[in-house]
């Protein structure tokens, strides 16, 4: 257990739809990643939250978006679901804003979606 | 634009048979390069991160070495339990982002 913590594990959903995936980051951290992966893509960067801030975006769509609450946990909501959008989605935690030795990310297990 | 490329895809090793892996890395200014290692099911867990030229890190079986236009995981006698998908990462100057390869899925037979 990494210690981030990703709800659903699975979702199945229709195109059109909308859904919000969550993540709790590891104790302390205050940075929170969201990467999507896809077979034919690999793990892509999509944005980054450090203590409710916005702090990097990626190339999220402009049908997702993201948000990091008070508590630290963030969510993901991805909405007009395309059958493209099927993927895992992994939340990551850090403690500190800026990648490094002393700073690696901690992923969680993902949430795979399947859009059909 | 940040690119990163992993080879080969996949390597089928036997038990005990050393091997590299590749990553190979275009950025505008190189901050650090990181492996992750990813089991299936599962998120990468970090492994190493590398940040100049002649910088070599180990842990277990895996050395990782790094220069100016590529990284190597090397695995020395591997086991089973090393199968995975071993995953390289930069992170370049002027943002915060890391940028991925496409990934090597490694088997070791017993």
């Known amino acids: 257990d990494s210690g981030v913590t990703q709800t659903p594990k699975h979702l199945i959903t229709a195109t059109g739809q909308r859904v919000t995936l969550r993540c709790s980051p590891r104790s302390g951290d205050l940075s929170v990643y969201w990467y999507q992966q896809s077979l034919d893509q690999g793990l892509q960067f999509l944005i980054q939250y450090y203590n409710g801030e916005e702090r990097a975006k990626g190339n999220i769509l402009e049908r997702f978006s993201a948000q990091q609450f008070p508590d630290l946990h963030s969510e993901l909501n991805l909405s007009s679901l395309e059958l493209g959008d099927s993927a895992l989605y992994f939340c990551?935690?850090?403690?500190?804003?800026?990648?490094?030795?002393?700073?690696?990310?901690?992923f969680g297990a993902g949430s795979r979606l399947t859009v059909l | 634009e940040d690119q990163v490329t992993q080879s080969p895809e996949a390597l089928r090793l036997q038990e005990g048979e050393s091997s590299s892996l590749n990553c190979s890395y275009t950025?505008?200014?190189?901050?650090?390069l990181f492996w992750y290692r990813q089991d299936p099911g599962k998120g990468p867990e970090f492994l190493f991160t590398?940040?100049?030229a002649g910088e070599e890190k180990e842990k277990e079986r895996l050395k990782a070495t790094l220069t100016k236009k590529e990284s190597f995981l090397h695995i020395t006698a591997p086991k089973p339990e090393d199968s995975a998908t071993y995953l390289c990462a930069v992170h370049a100057e002027g943002g915060n982002m890391l940028t991925f390869g496409g990934g090597t899925r490694l088997m070791v037979k017993p």
């Open positions: 950025v505008s200014g190189l901050r650090g």
């Open positions: 590398l940040y100049s």
């Open positions: 990551a935690s850090s403690f500190g804003q800026r990648h490094s030795g002393a700073n690696v990310l901690t």
